[in-house]
């Protein structure tokens, strides 16, 4: 089955260029279209896409709040990946705090952009390490947040666990993480899942937010 995708952006040459860009794929599907936060709400019941490409800055709507009343209202959302001009936009930030799985920059390129759909289409998050420690850095406070130290304090984290998460915060893949702690993939994928359960994280963009948010890990 193809990755079914939902473009949302007020400019229509954007959407016409991420439409061009991904149904080159023979593995990818643009079912619908959004100029605004505003509409995509029916619109994601209708056409019930796998992922959203969705700007974080439209007129009406924006994408941090249409991120979440999608996450809150509907029992299974879809992936969503931010498309925002400006890697170090406070509203990118608010976007992934949100809930969105990773964000892309406009000026992408081709392949950048099929990558990325297929990378949270799968489950995956979609981040950039040096851009969200600048992020953290420039709009976190700095471990101030008492939501995310209290929900790290409740996860009660093994060791293992923690530096695994650190390791995630500095943006490393299951692979790599293996290969830094010489275990098994498998082995790396079981902490990642008891991370991500019990720090109550809808994917590993959220388990980072609250790395950086609680102070566990120093942006810088």
Known sequence: MPVRVLLVDDEPLVRAGLRAVLEAQPDIEVVGEAADGATVIPLVRQVRPDVVAMDVRMPLLDGIETTRTLLRTMTDPPKILVVTTFANDEYVYEALRAGADGFLLKRARPAEIVHAVRLIAEGESLLFPASVRQLAAEYG???????????????????????VLRLMARGLSNAEIAARLVVGTETVKSHVSAVLGKLGARDRTQAVITAYESGFVAPG
Request: hydrophobic share 25%; charged share 50%; no cysteine.
């Open 141 to 163: 406070d700095g471990g101030g947040n008492r939501a995310a130290r209290a929900r790290l304090e409740r996860a009660r984290l093994t060791e293992r666990e923690s530096e």
